[in-house]
């Protein structure tokens, strides 16, 4: 079920890069690192990417990843539910694999501010 912007940007790179190094990243991935920074550690980024991505549905994705790269200006409760229940970490961490790709890094800056945004945005006006 990894489906965090639940679009094949991000669930192909995270399946590809888990794949290439899954016996290493095995062994680093346990309850007690998947809850450290994923800057922490190279070895378990792809784990920590592949958690944060399981916290959020396709739909909740699909909309996450409008709002960030495209032009999408709406968010609803159930969005901002999810976003704000997988934690700021996994949404910066996943704006971050994103934005580094080649579609993206370009303006990498402009997207790392926008998810920031879209973070806070669910936290002041849907949570509170």
């Not at 669930?11 to 890069?17: M, N």
């Not at 190094?21 to 922490?40: F, G, H, M, Q, V």
């Amino acid at each position: 079920m990894l489906m965090f912007l639940g679009i094949a940007l991000i669930v192909s790179p995270i399946l590809a890069i888990e794949n290439d190094d899954e016996s290493t990243a095995d062994e680093y991935i346990d309850d007690e690192n998947l809850a450290a920074s994923p800057e922490s550690s190279t070895e378990i980024l792809p784990g920590f990417l592949k958690n944060c991505a399981n916290t959020i549905s396709k739909a909740a994705g699909d909309k996450v990843f409008n709002y960030i790269f495209g032009d999408e200006n709406n968010l609803d409760y159930d969005t901002c539910s999810e976003v704000t229940r997988s934690g700021k970490e996994c949404n910066g961490a996943l704006v971050k694999y994103v934005a580094k790709g080649p579609m993206f890094k370009a303006t990498y800056d402009f997207y790392l501010k926008r998810g920031e945004d879209l973070y806070n945005i669910c936290l002041s006006v849907f949570m509170s």
